[in-house]
């Protein structure tokens, strides 16, 4: 009860502060997405050109992709861009979301310190990759925070056949962090990690890591955006959420996303219109 | 390493200090009263409250963040204000976060003082709401560090505002939550130089509370 009050009274005079130096007049949307459209500079390359066009400030909460959709579940968003099918359809399905569209791709990659320390470098499947980080027992770091990229690795320790978290701990080791955290982690430790591209490309702490494993069509990293279901939360701002949707799958923001290089490498590869994204995109 | 002051930083900068320092005065508006009234009257259940409010100094930023979430959160108690990441949000979650070290060391502070002015209150017959007051004005230079303290913890904490915040570019990013970005994207060396702006800016702020405790304190010594 005196929580309850001391709340009240805080919300009160906070708001009734608040309301008076900030003015949120300007139409916005939140767009819940996950670290690595975030971490990879995507999202600070292609808001800006929206909001120059539209007017629409996207504000960006960037957690992982399971995050990202049970925030969304709640209502607290009005968009989501992530990258995982499985859980993306499972969303959908929950009536949480609506209207999941294709919008981009890239690729994960293993790396792993220079040295090669499980003897993978240069295969083309992730599965038997991982079999061999297994059996010489490397140091792997999980991102362990249910987001896209997690849920990746877990289907392919499927794939291979292990169950690494019996191995949790020692060899195996579970993170919980995003991305770029992971990254510094595995650079800290000489350990090996699954990464997307983009935010390995964008990663500016890669200690003496290197890119070990690559091109395996099992390693397609979809992008998906999802409208958050307005018939459920009716405060979700259906109408300029839709705005950025359509500008985001449309010739506009695809060419953006086509146009957008880091170091000289593009990260992302649009799709929004293809029924059948091509795999072999390196 | 220079950071560059430019338009972003200065904004980021100005949020924290916007957040924080609102979030100190309005749990000193509520915290110092508090913590004046446990220290200057007995009543029952007074000691477990102290005890209590002594232990939730120590409250996690993150634990906080998250039942500040769960109340504002669309599907939350408090969903229909709409406030989740927005600086409000922010700043009701570092209100309560510091309250407990504001009520507990206001507490202290005043306990200390009304030794010398048990005496003198009594004679004078000042008491209730009145002698709170009086006390608290009385204490007004100690409770200066009470503030500050409550400050650094705010202005330093990562947990709460990084949940309910979101760290959101030009509307949620506060100091912190832009070094653990920089962090996370790799970015050490930015990293650790916004991590120094963030120490000379609470540098300052406690220079700046030192000065005007100073002045005014040698303002009392000439007015005696």
Redesign the interface.
């Given at each position: 009860m005196p929580l309850a009050c001391?709340?009240a009274?805080?919300?009160g005079?906070?708001?009734a502060?608040?309301a008076a130096?900030?003015a949120?007049a300007e139409e916005s949307i939140?767009l819940q997405s996950t670290?690595s459209t975030?971490?990879s500079g995507l999202l600070?390359w292609l808001l800006p050109r929206f909001e120059k066009r539209t007017g629409i400030?996207v504000?960006?909460?960037?957690v992982g992709t399971g995050q990202a959709l049970k925030?969304a579940a709640?209502?607290?968003g009005d968009v989501v861009l992530v990258h995982a099918r499985r859980l993306e359809e499972d969303f959908v399905r929950a009536g949480h979301g609506v209207d999941r569209r294709d919008v981009m791709y890239n690729d994960f990659v293993i790396v792993c310190p220079k040295d090669d320390p499980a003897g993978i470098a240069g295969l083309k499947d992730a599965a038997e990759a991982l079999k061999r980080i297994a059996r010489t027992k490397t140091r792997f770091i999980s991102r362990g925070d249910d987001s896209g990229t997690h849920h990746k690795e877990l289907s392919l320790w499927r794939a291979a056949g292990i169950d690494p978290r019996k191995a949790s701990g020692k060899w195996y080791l579970e993170a919980g962090?995003?991305?770029?955290?992971t990254?510094?982690m595995a650079a800290a430790m000489g350990a090996c990690t699954l990464t997307d591209r983009g935010t390995w490309i964008?990663?500016?702490?890669?200690g003496d890591l290197t890119i070990v494993v690559q091109g395996d069509p099992k390693l397609f990293n979809q992008y998906g955006v999802i409208l958050v279901n307005p018939e459920r939360?009716p405060?979700v701002k259906e109408r300029t959420a839709r705005k950025f949707i359509d500008w985001l799958t449309g010739p506009e923001g695809q060419g953006l996303i086509a146009a957008y290089r880091l170091k000289g490498q593009q990260l992302f590869f649009p799709n929004a219109s293809a029924s059948a994204p091509k795999t072999d995109d390196e | 390493m220079l950071v560059h002051l430019d338009a972003d930083v200065l904004e980021i900068v100005g949020l924290s200090l916007?957040v924080s320092l609102?979030a100190v005065a309005?749990a000193a508006?509520?915290g110092m009263p508090a913590g004046a009234a446990l220290a200057l009257h007995r009543f029952p259940g007074r000691q477990p409250v102290v005890v209590l409010v002594t232990a939730l100094m120590g409250l996690p930023p993150v634990l906080l963040g998250l039942v500040v979430y769960l109340?504002l959160?669309?599907?939350?108690p408090?969903?229909v204000?709409?406030?989740?990441?927005?600086?409000?949000a922010m700043?009701?979650a570092q209100?309560?976060l510091v309250?407990p070290i504001v009520i507990a060391l206001s507490q202290r502070v005043v306990a200390s003082m009304w030794e010398e002015y048990a005496e003198l209150m009594q004679s004078l017959n000042v008491r209730g709401l009145h002698l709170v007051l009086t006390m608290l004005y009385e204490a007004r230079l100690a409770l200066m560090t009470v503030g500050l303290a409550a400050f650094g913890r705010a202005i330093a904490e990562v947990g709460a505002v990084m949940i309910v915040g979101?760290?959101?570019?030009?509307?949620?990013r506060v100091m912190t939550t832009a070094i653990a970005?920089e962090?996370?994207?790799?970015?050490?060396s930015l990293a650790l130089a916004l991590g120094l702006v963030l120490l000379l800016l609470a540098l300052l702020v406690n220079v700046g509370v030192h000065v005007v405790a100073r002045i005014s304190g040698e303002r009392n010594m000439v007015a005696a």
């Open positions: 001391v709340l009274i805080v919300v005079l906070s708001s502060f608040l130096s900030h949120w939140i670290t975030q971490n600070d400030h504000k960006v909460v960037a925030n709640r209502g607290d962090r995003g991305m770029g955290a990254l510094n964008a990663h500016g702490n890669r939360h405060h | 916007e609102t309005l508006l509520m109340l959160s669309r599907s939350g408090l969903g204000l709409g406030l989740l990441y927005t600086p409000t700043i009701i209100a309560l309250l979101g760290n959101i570019n030009h509307a949620t970005l962090t996370s994207r790799g970015n050490l």
